[in-house]
Nanobody, 119 residues
Framework: QVQLVESGGGSVQAGGSLRLSCAAS????????MGWFRQAPGKEREGVAA???????SYADSVKGRFTLSQDNAANTLYLQMNSLKPEDTAMYYCAADLFCWPAEVAYWGKGTLVTISS
C-alpha cells in the first residue's frame, strides 16, 4: 500500500519561502513518477512540478524559476522548495505518485498541506 504524507505548509507573506516535504512509503520509490499538484479555492487541481523515474523534472510555467523540486532517495522523501511566493500560490498542495507522469487518474495522493500567502 502506497502512502504519501505531506508536511511543511503554512502562512507566509508574499516574497517569502516555504519548503514542502512528502514522505513516501510502501513501494520502490525510484520506480515512480512523483510530484506536486495544487488546488486553489474554486479552481481545478493543477500540476506544479514532477520528477520521473529517469530523474527528469518538469515545472508548471507559473512556478518556473521560483520553485525547485528535489528528492532524497535514501529517505524516500520529495521536496518542493518554494521561493518568491505570491498570493496566487495560495492553495492546498498535494503530493502524488504513479508509474508515469501522469495518467488521467493519478493512483496515489497524499492528504494535502495548506499554503497561504498574504499580500
Amino acid at each position: 500500500q502506497v502512502q504519501l504524507v505531506e508536511s511543511g505548509g503554512g502562512s507566509v507573506q508574499a516574497g517569502g519561502s516555504l519548503r514542502l516535504s512528502c514522505a513516501a512509503s510502501g513501494y520502490t520509490y525510484t520506480m515512480y513518477c512523483m510530484g506536486w499538484f495544487r488546488q486553489a479555492p474554486g479552481k481545478e487541481r493543477e500540476g506544479v512540478a514532477a520528477i520521473d523515474s529517469d530523474g527528469h523534472i518538469s515545472y508548471a510555467d507559473s512556478v518556473k524559476g521560483r520553485f525547485t523540486l528535489s528528492q532524497d532517495n535514501a529517505a524516500n522523501t520529495l521536496y518542493l522548495q518554494m521561493n518568491s511566493l505570491k498570493p496566487e500560490d495560495t492553495a492546498m498542495y498535494y503530493c502524488a505518485a504513479d508509474l508515469f507522469c501522469w495518467p488521467a487518474e493519478v493512483a496515489y495522493w497524499g492528504k494535502g498541506t495548506l499554503v497561504t500567502i498574504s499580500s
